[in-house]
């Protein structure tokens, strides 16, 4: 019993080094081509992620501020390059201004109207009136 616990203790630093070996393969090297790619790639998506967000942001409409908000855009029309007449719902009445780069006038106050959809077009009522006889003419042949 002592010759089979001297031998196993004999062979336990054996063991042990034989664990502790470290592994011979070298480490991949690093390469500045690479790290720099891997850089402008990860600046590209973000620079595209605020793109993206900018984008859908526009196209839905967010607005800044609250839900209650005291002023409201009700139409506005480009009278020039830079110029337009924009009126404005505030409270009971509609303010009609002119904004240009670097000013904004007072043209008009009115009393709050309703809005009216826009009405179709004499053009596509009368293409769909010729549209609608030329049918009507070939059935009766």
Same mark, same amino acid.
């Given at each position: ?14 063991? $042990? ?8 393969? =070298? ?63 505030? $409270? ?8 240009? =780069? ?8 009115? =009393? ?30």
């Amino acid at each position: 019993m002592k010759r089979i616990a001297a031998s196993v203790l004999l062979i336990l630093p054996l063991l $042990g080094h034989a664990a502790g070996t470290p592994d011979t393969t =070298p480490a991949p090297a690093v390469s500045a081509a690479g790290s720099l790619l891997q850089v402008f790639i990860g600046l590209v998506a973000v620079l595209l992620l605020i793109a993206a967000t900018a984008w859908v942001a526009k196209r839905f409409g967010v607005t800044h501020g609250g839900a209650t908000s005291l002023l409201h855009v009700v139409s506005s029309a480009s009278v020039g390059t830079r110029e337009r007449v924009v009126v404005v719902e505030v $409270g009971e009445s509609w303010l009609v201004v002119g904004v240009a =780069p670097g000013s904004v006038n007072a043209l008009m106050t009115l =009393p709050r109207g309703e809005i009216k959809s826009p009405a179709a077009p004499g053009l596509n009522a009368s293409f769909a009136a010729r549209l609608h006889q030329m049918i009507e003419k070939r059935r009766d042949k």
